[in-house]
C-alpha cells in the first residue's frame, strides 16, 4: 500500500481526496491547504488530518496528487520531485512549456513517476471508441461550458481546449505543421471563446473550439478516417461508430441492411453503426488507479509528464497565434 497526499483541497482536491478514499491500494494520510475554511471543512467530512507545511506532508508521503491552481503547480511539483516523490498533477501540468521542460529534466533526475490529470484520456466513451481509431484525417471538437468564474485565472485554451489537445495528440501519431487560431476575451482578460485549426505532417487536420461563455454544455469530438466515422461525447458518455464496408459478390447481408451500389466504382458498401458498450466507471478514480499501477509495475503512466507538456507546448502556440492577432486590432 502506498502512502499518498493531497496537496489542494478545493472543489477538484475533494472530488479526488473522495477517489483516493474508494482505492484500497492507497492509503490516504493527510491534505494541505491554505484555505482555513476548507481545512476545517474537508477534515470534517472525510476524517482526514490537514498539515498547515506542505513540506511535511511530503516528507511522509509516497506519493503526492497536486490539485491545486495551476499557477502554483510548478513550485509544489519542484519541491516534490526534489524529494524523490511520485507526482500525479492536474491539468495543465504548470503554465508555460519552459516550466515543463525544467520539470521533465526534475524528474528524470529523481527517477520517480509522474502522471499528468488529462482525465478525459479515461472518460468510458473514450475508452470504448479508441480501438477503432486507426489514422483520423479530419478531426473535429467542440467543448463549449457556461461561465463560471472558477478556472479563469488561466486562458479558455488551458482551462477547457487543452483537454482535447491532448486526445488528439495522442491519437495523431504525426508532428504539427501548421496552426492558425483565433480568440476573444468577453467576461475575462483572456480569451473566453476560441478556435484553432491543426494541421499535421501526414496530412491530417484538427478544427477545435472551446467557449467557457456557451448557453449550453457540450463535450464532443469527432473522427473521420478512411471507411469510418467515430463520434465521442465526453458529457453523456456515448460512442457512435459509422463504417462502411466493401461488399464481395457473395457477402450475405442481412434484410434490413443499409447498402449502397457505386455502379462507377462497381461496388457495393455496408453501412455498419455501432455502438460499443459503455463501461460505468469513475475516470477521476480510473485515471489515479493507473497511476498507481505505473509506480508498482515500473511502466510509464498513461499519460506522461512529455505528453503534459506537448499538450501545454501546442496550447501556448494557440495562444501566441490569438494574442499577436488580437494585439493587430
Request: hydrophobic share 40%.
Amino acid at each position: 500500500m502506498l502512502k499518498i497526499a493531497v496537496l489542494g483541497a478545493g472543489h477538484l482536491g475533494k472530488i479526488h481526496i473522495r477517489c483516493i478514499r474508494e482505492i484500497e491500494d492507497f492509503n490516504l494520510i493527510g491534505f494541505y491547504d491554505t484555505d482555513m475554511q476548507i481545512q476545517r471543512d474537508v477534515s470534517n467530512e472525510f476524517g482526514v488530518k490537514c498539515y498547515e507545511n506542505p513540506g511535511e506532508l511530503i516528507e511522509l508521503a509516497d506519493v503526492i496528487d497536486i490539485v491545486t491552481p495551476t499557477m502554483s503547480h510548478y513550485e509544489l511539483a519542484a519541491m516534490v520531485l526534489k524529494k524523490s516523490r511520485h507526482v500525479f498533477i492536474e491539468k495543465p501540468i504548470v503554465t508555460t512549456p519552459e516550466e515543463a521542460m525544467k520539470l521533465i529534466g526534475i524528474a528524470e533526475e529523481a527517477k520517480v513517476k509522474v502522471q499528468v490529470g488529462h482525465v478525459e484520456r479515461f472518460n468510458p466513451a473514450y475508452l470504448a471508441a479508441k480501438p477503432f481509431l486507426t489514422h483520423p484525417m479530419f478531426i473535429e471538437s467542440h467543448r463549449l461550458a457556461y461561465y463560471n468564474p472558477r478556472g479563469t485565472d488561466v486562458s479558455v485554451i488551458l482551462d477547457l481546449m487543452i483537454h482535447d489537445l491532448d486526445i488528439i495528440l495522442s491519437v495523431v501519431k504525426a508532428n504539427v505543421k501548421r496552426i492558425s487560431a483565433s480568440g476573444v476575451p468577453v467576461i475575462s482578460d483572456t480569451p473566453d471563446i476560441a478556435n484553432a485549426r491543426i494541421e499535421f505532417d501526414n496530412g491530417c487536420v484538427a478544427n477545435i473550439t472551446a467557449s467557457r461563455i456557451s448557453m449550453k454544455n457540450m463535450r464532443k469530438i469527432r473522427f473521420f478516417q478512411k471507411d469510418a466515422y467515430i463520434s465521442i461525447d465526453f458529457l453523456k458518455k456515448n460512442t457512435e461508430i459509422i463504417r462502411m464496408k466493401t461488399l464481395k459478390d457473395d457477402d450475405v447481408t442481412e434484410p434490413d441492411a443499409l447498402i449502397f451500389d457505386l455502379p462507377h466504382l462497381r461496388k457495393r458498401k455496408e453501412i455498419i453503426i455501432e455502438k460499443p458498450e459503455i463501461k460505468d466507471i469513475n475516470a477521476i478514480k480510473t485515471e489515479l488507479e493507473s497511476f498507481y499501477h505505473s509506480i508498482v509495475n515500473n511502466v510509464s503512466p498513461e499519460v506522461s509528464i512529455i505528453d503534459g507538456y506537448n499538450a501545454i507546448n501546442l496550447a501556448h502556440q494557440i495562444i501566441d497565434k490569438i494574442n499577436r492577432t488580437l494585439n493587430e486590432v
